[in-house]
């Protein structure tokens, strides 16, 4: 059998005088797999244990029970080792295009350039060196990341780019290009937003926002608190973030008319040197709630119909317009409850029902692909 291995696989050969262990290369479509197996010490295959590279074991997801089942029922290692040839060129064939691994030079310059860069701006890098995140620190110490995707043929095709920014991430690259060079660019385009990141901090800081619960660097939008059932979105332009935002307010309709009709009537009053947040509270004759004067369970109500806060993303944004109720709804729940009421009618994109508490008329636009 020994004969027989050496001849078929050449480079696999005993570790130990008694044979229990071999290491060595198997190769299958012109490509080189490290591998070893142990086997105990009456040499049963039934018992062998199999340990392989990182490219292998990528390789091979997906058809591990199948190399289990020949380690166990082959009669021995040279038997294996055949069923293990077999099973790797399968698993390279369906592989499209029978994808190769980078050539040395690839790995070298990645790790020249890395270097010129410094390692200390590397988040993370995945097990086949194409997929990197770099991180980047602003001139206020807001940490970024940009994620780059190596191609086959870098640094000569240009790599794939993606960051988390509210606006398009542009990054120029030629020949002449480097992960330093497109750090450098990346930097260039968060510069760029540190004053609309600056303006949302302010908000997130001393406000309520109700949404985004976790918001991220590329969300503009910010549903701030004004007062139980009563709150406002806007949503910040990135390019001119002092500017006068797109202004929502949610909540029953007796109290949000007087706040929209002093948004209409004080919006020349709107100056693009002060703050948002101050504008806002200009604008609307009103001081926002705040974490170091109130608690969010105070507008953390819950729909009056599914019993809860948060429904999937959404949370309660429909509210009964009569003083004495003022029960929220997620807008969901509102529209099936009405929906299957036998009373409830409908008129274009608009349900029209009860409240479920006070029975006073109610109403909640049909959610978009229902019918």
């Known amino acids: 059998m020994n004969c027989l291995l050496m001849r078929e696989s050449p480079m696999i050969i005993p570790l130990n005088k008694e044979k229990t262990v071999y290491d060595g290369f198997i190769t299958v479509m012109e490509k080189d797999f490290r591998i070893r197996i142990s086997l105990p010490p009456d040499r049963q295959m039934k018992q062998a244990k199999l340990h392989c590279c990182w490219q292998m074991k990528r390789l091979l997801h ?28 399968a698993a390279l064939k369906s592989q499209a295009g029978c994808q190769s691994f980078s050539p040395p030079q690839y790995y070298s310059q990645l790790i020249t350039e890395m270097e010129i860069l410094g390692w200390d ?46 606006v398009p991430l542009v990054i120029t690259w030629n020949s002449q290009s480097t992960l330093a060079s497109v750090h450098s660019q990346f930097l260039l385009n968060v510069e760029a937003l540190s004053e609309f990141w600056s303006v949302l901090d302010e908000i997130d800081e001393q406000t309520w926002v109700l949404e985004p619960e976790k918001p991220t660097k590329a969300d503009s939008m910010r549903r701030i608190a ?143 692909g229902n019918t």
């Open 62 to 89: 997906g058809y591990q029970h199948i190399v289990k089942q020949r380690l166990q029922h082959s009669t021995n290692l040279m038997a294996f080792i055949l069923e293990l040839r077999t099973v790797l060129e």
């Open 121 to 166: 701006k590397l988040l993370f890098i995945d097990a086949e060196f194409r997929m990197l995140k770099l991180k980047a620190d602003d001139s206020a110490g807001r940490q970024h990341a940009i994620t780059v995707k190596l191609k086959s043929k870098y640094p000569t095709e240009a790599p794939e780019f993606s960051a988390d920014l509210p």
């Open 226 to 368: 004004i007062g139980n059932n009563v709150s406002i979105k806007v949503q910040i332009d990135p390019r001119h973030p002092k500017m006068l935002p797109e202004c929502c307010l949610l909540g029953a309709e007796h109290v949000v008319t007087p706040l929209r009709n002093k948004l209409n009537a004080n919006m020349h009053l709107w100056n693009p040197d002060c703050s948002v947040l101050q504008n806002m509270r200009d604008v609307l004759e009103i001081e926002f709630p705040s974490p170091s004067t109130h608690e969010k369970s105070n507008f953390s109500v819950e729909c009056g119909i599914c019993y809860s806060y948060r429904l999937e993303s959404a949370i309660p944004d429909q509210v009964c317009n009569d003083p004495r109720c003022g029960q929220p709804f997620h807008q969901v729940c509102l529209y099936e409850w009405l929906r299957g009421l036998p009373t409830s009618r409908q008129s274009f994109n608009i349900v029209f029902g009860e409240c479920p508490y006070c029975s006073k008329p109610i109403t909640v636009k049909m959610i978009t």
